[in-house]
């Protein structure tokens, strides 16, 4: 069994992308952990050299400067990233601005015998409901407008950790494929009627989040426990760690 690690960083000067110094402390950080047989840093320039690519989606993420386009990205280099990995290996991927706490890395090593039976593990957004967060259009091609997705919490796509087999290539490749019909990941407006709840679309994260749930594949174990182990969801974009910071400010709060 092999374990991978994956995060993404990227200079372009748009909306959230400036990632790559905070990418490359989160690879630090996880190779303190000596948890990880591999630990790979995409960027920006990668995506660029991968002609296939970047011929196809380069001009869409160009002209769409918000998460690099859309973070169309993301499913992308995941996909990419299970390609050269084997039945069995485990990966997780992260966005370059969370954090590792390497004293609480057992949280992290239970996840890891969690996701060989539970095939995926992640975490949601705490008091999100689907219902705010898609627009209609994705949610009737995905055939899920029924309360029981709609009224469930948002599932993050910020973190995420697969189990290799048939079953999560599978959901990895349509997350890819369905963000590549644009119109399910930007902000172009639904075109048929949004529901009275909604608020606005949450990208890459809506398709992740009601596929996810349509598979039916991932654990009732969180990969943060509601932040409280091991990962932080700090949106940390640069390259100092901000973790004595959090501890010094949840003590007097």
């Known amino acids: 069994m092999v374990l991978k690690f994956l995060t993404f960083g990227s200079h372009n000067g748009g909306i959230h992308a400036n990632y790559i110094d905070a990418a490359v402390r989160l690879a ?7 948890l990880f047989d591999e630990i790979i840093v995409y960027t920006g320039n990668n995506l660029k050299e991968d002609t296939e690519f970047w011929n196809k989606h380069g001009e869409f993420i160009l002209n769409n400067r918000r998460g690099f386009g859309y973070w169309l990205w993301k499913p992308y280099i995941i996909k990419k990233t299970m390609e050269n990995m084997n039945e069995g290996d485990i990966l997780l991927y992260l966005d370059g601005g969370c954090e590792f706490e390497i004293e609480e890395k057992e949280w992290l090593e239970y996840c890891i015998e969690k996701v060989k039976t539970d095939k995926i593990v ?67 407006p639904s075109i048929k009627k949004n529901l009275e709840t909604f608020i606005e679309h949450r990208h890459d994260q809506s398709v992740f989040s009601l596929l996810i749930k349509k598979y039916g594949i991932y654990s009732d174990v969180k990969l943060d426990d509601n932040d409280d182990k091991c990962i932080k969801i700090y949106r940390n974009k640069n390259g100092q760690s901000m973790l004595e910071y959090y501890k010094n400010k949840k003590q007097f709060t």
């Open 122 to 188: 992640i975490t949601d957004t705490r008091d999100q409901l689907e219902n705010k967060w898609n627009k209609m259009d994705l949610i009737e091609k995905l055939n899920m407008n029924d309360d029981k997705y709609l009224n469930t919490f948002q599932n993050a796509a910020t973190m995420s950790m697969y189990y290799i087999c048939k079953e999560t290539r599978d959901l990895v490749n349509e997350w890819y494929d369905l963000c590549c019909d644009y119109h399910n990941i930007d902000d172009s």
């Open 28 to 34: 630090n950080q996880v190779k303190e952990l000596k």
